[in-house]
């Protein structure tokens, strides 16, 4: 009976670690020879519960601890002071920071940009991604103006990085965080409603969760080892069968992952992932990923990127890592700014700027432009002609077809206000005006029949407007001229 029990427990024991579904962050695949090892030498419990620091303290050596990373991360911000900002996004359960280093020109300013963040360590026992986050923004802080890609990433986008989201998880040793949650299954599912409720996430999650709020990113990339690929979405289906489960940006996603896979050293000759790179679900489904969650209600592009086949490599294995990594790294971020089409968009009766959607036909997906500058970043696979429509209540959408090549593409566009109905002369003329006050103050003077110098006013405005429009546009065009050898258009 004894021996029947314990066998039932080895065999359940083993069966999760070899079923595909433990990871995302590849755990059947991190030296499984390992762990069987130990499961045969003595009590599984004991030895995981009570030796596991123990035997991984050879294994941190020569990796940051999180006190470290708190000084790397402050001694960056303070020798590339005037192009980074520092900043945490919340605290681990254990009261831990969540460190984020913001590198940009203008760092914690809003710019027509887009903006991109890295988020490694997400799973604590995969700590090669904190590592190279800290080399990848020490790098770019020295070859400003000296790298044409750091410059350009430096100039163009706002690239935010969290080196750690999980730091009692790294101090634990282990995937889980404090409250041993896998964090990479935390977030809302489109398909099973995990946890729902809010106040249950845990607060790295919650963090992370706050962040898409207040930062319009465009995309992203987090750090996990246990396999070589890159990885996108959708990363669950809604059968849980493991299949090639497609979201709507599909050929998006797979030209965004190949820019990582073909820039690494060896990730694209990968025999088990044709090109280095995976649908999530066809390698297996998970549900509460982070991933899918930045595309659904983020606006936002992001790949899980499993950047080595051993979780926790000698740290001397590191500096490769990083050679191999790094081109990967900031090809995926320039990819922002290199490919893809991009624009703002304007209103046509003053030139203000519009926050309106922009939607492409035959994807059912939109992507918002900015509120303070109404600039909008689609990101698109290359080598397709497209049709894309602005959209923004009370304004006549507008749709146009392109051809978009390897470069990217500016295109703006102006909306028209829909037609009012009539009688309503005076409405859309104050609009232009665009003071709320003033329009007030037409309608008295208005009230009081003062047609003749209403109708003179009516004129002044009119012209203003056609100048003001004029000259927003022009300075439009001259800046976006200025930034590149861009192909570019007004619609
Ligand atoms: C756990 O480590 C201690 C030393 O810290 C050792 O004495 C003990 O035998 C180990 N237990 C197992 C099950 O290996
Ligand atoms: C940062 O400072 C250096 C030297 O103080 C200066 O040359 C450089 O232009 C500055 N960069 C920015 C973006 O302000
Ligand atoms: C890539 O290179 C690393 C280090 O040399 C090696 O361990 C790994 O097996 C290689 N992977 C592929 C897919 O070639
Ligand atoms: C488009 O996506 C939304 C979810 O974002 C879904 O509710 C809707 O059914 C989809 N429309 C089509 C035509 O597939
Ligand atoms: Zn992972």
Redesign the pocket.
């Given at each position: 009976m004894d021996h029947a029990f314990s066998f039932l427990f080895l065999s359940l024991y083993f069966s999760s670690l070899l079923h595909p579904t433990v990871?995302?962050?590849?755990e059947q695949r991190s030296k499984p020879s390992d762990y069987i090892d130990k499961v045969y030498s003595g009590s599984v419990r004991q030895l995981f519960e009570e030796n596991q620091s123990e035997t991984r303290l050879d294994i941190a050596r020569g990796y940051m601890t999180n006190s470290d990373l708190e000084k790397a991360v402050k001694a960056f911000g303070r020798r590339c002071s005037n192009i980074s900002r520092i900043y945490s996004i919340g605290k681990s359960v254990k009261g831990v920071p969540l460190w984020v280093m913001e590198i940009s020109d203008r760092p914690g300013e809003e710019e027509a940009e887009p903006a991109f963040k890295f988020i490694g360590n997400?799973?604590g026992d995969?700590p090669v991604g904190r590592e190279l986050l800290l080399l990848l923004a020490n790098w770019l802080c020295d070859n400003y103006m000296r790298d044409p890609l750091a410059t350009l990433i430096i100039e163009n986008v706002h690239l935010h990085i969290l080196p750690s989201m999980n730091p009692d998880g790294f101090s634990l040793r282990r995937?889980g965080n404090a409250n041993n949650i896998d964090l990479?299954r935390d977030f809302p599912d489109q398909f099973f409603p995990l946890n729902d409720d809010v106040g249950m996430r845990q607060p790295e999650t919650r963090a992370i969760m706050r962040w898409l709020k207040e930062i319009r990113f465009t995309a992203s990339a987090?750090l996990?080892?246990?396999a070589l690929v890159a990885n996108y979405p959708w990363d669950g289906t809604l059968d849980k069968r493991k299949d090639y489960y497609a979201c709507p940006d599909d050929e998006t996603f797979r030209f965004m992952a190949s820019v990582y896979s073909r820039s690494h050293n060896n990730m694209s000759l990968s025999k088990e992932f044709p090109g280095g790179i995976t649908n999530g679900a066809f390698w297996y489904p998970i549900y509460g990923g982070m991933q899918d969650w930045n595309y659904i209600h983020g606006g936002c592009f992001e790949l899980?990127l499993?950047i080595s086949d051993n979780?926790w490599p000698n740290a001397n294995e590191l500096p490769t890592l990083w050679e191999f990594n790094k081109m990967s790294m900031l090809n995926l971020v320039a990819s922002l700014v290199k490919t893809g089409v991009h624009g703002k968009i304007f209103s046509s009766d003053c030139g203000r700027p519009l926050p309106a959607s922009i939607a492409i036909k035959g994807i059912n997906y939109t992507v918002e432009a900015g509120s303070a500058f109404a600039d909008y970043h689609r990101l698109l696979a290359p080598g397709e002609k497209y049709e894309v429509m602005a959209t923004l209540p009370g304004y006549k959408s507008k749709t146009t077809c392109i051809s978009l090549e390897e470069k990217a593409m500016t295109l703006d566009f102006v909306l028209d206000p829909e037609v009012r109905p009539k009688g309503n002369l005076l409405q859309s003329v104050c609009d232009c005006s665009c003071d709320g006050k003033s329009k007030h103050e037409l309608v008295e003077f208005f009230g009081r029949t003062y047609l003749e110098i209403f109708l003179v006013l009516i004129v002044i405005l009119a012209f203003l407007c056609f100048l003001l429009k004029r000259r927003v546009l022009f300075n439009h065009l001259k800046h976006r001229q200025s930034v590149g050898p861009k192909r570019s258009g007004v619609v």
């Amino acid at each position: 009976m004894d021996h029947a029990f314990s066998f039932l427990f080895l065999s359940l024991y083993f069966s999760s670690l070899l079923h595909p579904t433990v990871a995302r962050g590849g755990e059947q695949r991190s030296k499984p020879s390992d762990y069987i090892d130990k499961v045969y030498s003595g009590s599984v419990r004991q030895l995981f519960e009570e030796n596991q620091s123990e035997t991984r303290l050879d294994i941190a050596r020569g990796y940051m601890t999180n006190s470290d990373l708190e000084k790397a991360v402050k001694a960056f911000g303070r020798r590339c002071s005037n192009i980074s900002r520092i900043y945490s996004i919340g605290k681990s359960v254990k009261g831990v920071p969540l460190w984020v280093m913001e590198i940009s020109d203008r760092p914690g300013e809003e710019e027509a940009e887009p903006a991109f963040k890295f988020i490694g360590n997400v799973h604590g026992d995969e700590p090669v991604g904190r590592e190279l986050l800290l080399l990848l923004a020490n790098w770019l802080c020295d070859n400003y103006m000296r790298d044409p890609l750091a410059t350009l990433i430096i100039e163009n986008v706002h690239l935010h990085i969290l080196p750690s989201m999980n730091p009692d998880g790294f101090s634990l040793r282990r995937r889980g965080n404090a409250n041993n949650i896998d964090l990479n299954r935390d977030f809302p599912d489109q398909f099973f409603p995990l946890n729902d409720d809010v106040g249950m996430r845990q607060p790295e999650t919650r963090a992370i969760m706050r962040w898409l709020k207040e930062i319009r990113f465009t995309a992203s990339a987090s750090l996990h080892g246990g396999a070589l690929v890159a990885n996108y979405p959708w990363d669950g289906t809604l059968d849980k069968r493991k299949d090639y489960y497609a979201c709507p940006d599909d050929e998006t996603f797979r030209f965004m992952a190949s820019v990582y896979s073909r820039s690494h050293n060896n990730m694209s000759l990968s025999k088990e992932f044709p090109g280095g790179i995976t649908n999530g679900a066809f390698w297996y489904p998970i549900y509460g990923g982070m991933q899918d969650w930045n595309y659904i209600h983020g606006g936002c592009f992001e790949l899980t990127l499993e950047i080595s086949d051993n979780k926790w490599p000698n740290a001397n294995e590191l500096p490769t890592l990083w050679e191999f990594n790094k081109m990967s790294m900031l090809n995926l971020v320039a990819s922002l700014v290199k490919t893809g089409v991009h624009g703002k968009i304007f209103s046509s009766d003053c030139g203000r700027p519009l926050p309106a959607s922009i939607a492409i036909k035959g994807i059912n997906y939109t992507v918002e432009a900015g509120s303070a500058f109404a600039d909008y970043h689609r990101l698109l696979a290359p080598g397709e002609k497209y049709e894309v429509m602005a959209t923004l209540p009370g304004y006549k959408s507008k749709t146009t077809c392109i051809s978009l090549e390897e470069k990217a593409m500016t295109l703006d566009f102006v909306l028209d206000p829909e037609v009012r109905p009539k009688g309503n002369l005076l409405q859309s003329v104050c609009d232009c005006s665009c003071d709320g006050k003033s329009k007030h103050e037409l309608v008295e003077f208005f009230g009081r029949t003062y047609l003749e110098i209403f109708l003179v006013l009516i004129v002044i405005l009119a012209f203003l407007c056609f100048l003001l429009k004029r000259r927003v546009l022009f300075n439009h065009l001259k800046h976006r001229q200025s930034v590149g050898p861009k192909r570019s258009g007004v619609v």
